[in-house]
């Protein structure tokens, strides 16, 4: 069993950054692909973000360019750097392990929920225009 924690959300005004953690109880991340989601309470779980076991990544593209998805396998923490943040960023974010990233070349494609078993809570970010 996998536990997973985020921190790092909050409020910030448009344009600002946030940079949200997610801790694991396991080696989980140096092992299987990661991912960011979020979701809000008019859409279903939106992927976000996803880093394969060998580094490659993928980002949605609402967010791509804006956010970067970094992992310190060491310390078993994910991380996502959120820069130039708009107000339809405005989310609970979720970290996932132990999935599948569906990768092509040196890209992969934004992940997807049903490819993930073990996630967290949730960090809530809002942001104000």
């Known amino acids: 069993q996998v536990q997973l924690v985020e921190s790092g959300g909050g409020s910030v005004q448009a344009g600002g950054s946030l940079r949200l953690s997610c801790a694991a109880s396991?080696?989980?991340?140096?092992?299987?692909?990661v991912a960011w989601f979020r979701r809000t309470p008019e859409k279903s779980r939106e992927g976000v973000a996803v880093?394969?076991?060998?580094?490659?990544?993928g980002y949605a593209k609402s967010v791509k360019g804006r956010f970067t998805i970094s992992k310190d396998n060491a310390q078993n923490i994910l991380y996502l750097q959120m820069n130039s943040l708009k107000p339809e960023d405005t989310a609970m974010y979720y970290c996932a392990s132990e999935g599948i990233a569906d990768c092509y070349g040196a890209d992969c494609d934004p992940p997807r929920p049903s490819e993930f078993v073990y996630w967290g809570r949730g960090t809530q970010v809002t942001v104000s225009s």
């Open positions: 880093m394969n076991s060998d580094g490659r990544t």
């Open positions: 396991t080696d989980t991340f140096s092992r299987y692909a």
